[in-house]
């Protein structure tokens, strides 16, 4: 018995011994970018709030970057996030083809294709959108396009509360409808 405990040893020894490898054959299988970073595939995230859901966010791939000085998440292939309300009722979807999030900045930056529809029938199109979370507020300086049931709003510059309840475009063009403007022609 402890002739194989003793051969059994050995062989431990030089098994761990033979597992040595060169560190030029390590970088050229791994490169230094792919050891900072995370992959995850098909990913779904859920963001709560007093045991409510507030925000799913989905998308094909999810590269989260490990850099401790600028930490963050990218879905380069696209994102799907959904808000929603009270009851876990849908109040609006955001859509785009590249999304960032810098977990530093509390900052999360979309762009090309941004598309955020509301429950309410209203649309925003725009080629960047970004989030300033620590002032709850969303903004682009882009060129933006708000469809309505009744109106189509364009212009130059965006900002918005979080929750897309009150916004604003900086340099505004389009067909509004106003109440009562007849009446006004009228006297």
């Not at 490169?31 to 859920?46: K, Y």
């Not at 966010?57 to 930490?71: A, E, N, Q, S, Y």
Request: aromatic residues 10%; proline residues 3%; contains cysteine.
């Amino acid at each position: 018995m402890q002739i194989k405990q003793l051969l059994g040893l050995i062989l431990s020894i030089v098994f761990i011994v033979g597992c040595e490898n060169d560190l030029t054959e390590i970088q050229k299988v791994i490169t230094e970018e792919e050891v900072g970073t995370e992959q995850a595939f098909d990913v779904e995230m859920l963001y709560s709030d007093s045991a409510q859901v507030r925000v799913r966010i989905k998308g094909p791939t999810l590269i989260r970057h490990l850099d401790k000085k600028d930490p963050r998440e990218e879905f380069p292939e696209g994102v799907q996030v959904d808000f929603f309300g009270p009851r876990n009722t849908p109040q609006s979807v955001l859509t785009a083809k590249y999304a960032i999030r810098h977990q530093r900045k509390n900052e999360v930056f979309v762009r090309d294709s941004v598309v955020w529809e509301s429950k309410n029938q209203e649309r925003l199109e725009t080629e960047e959108l970004i989030w300033d979370d620590r002032n709850q507020r969303v903004y682009s300086n882009k060129f933006v396009t708000i469809r309505k049931p009744e109106e189509v709003i364009y212009g130059y510059g965006f900002e918005a509360t979080q929750d897309f309840t009150h916004w604003k475009i900086k340099a505004i063009e389009g067909r509004l409808k106003v109440d009562g403007l007849k009446d006004e022609f009228k006297n």
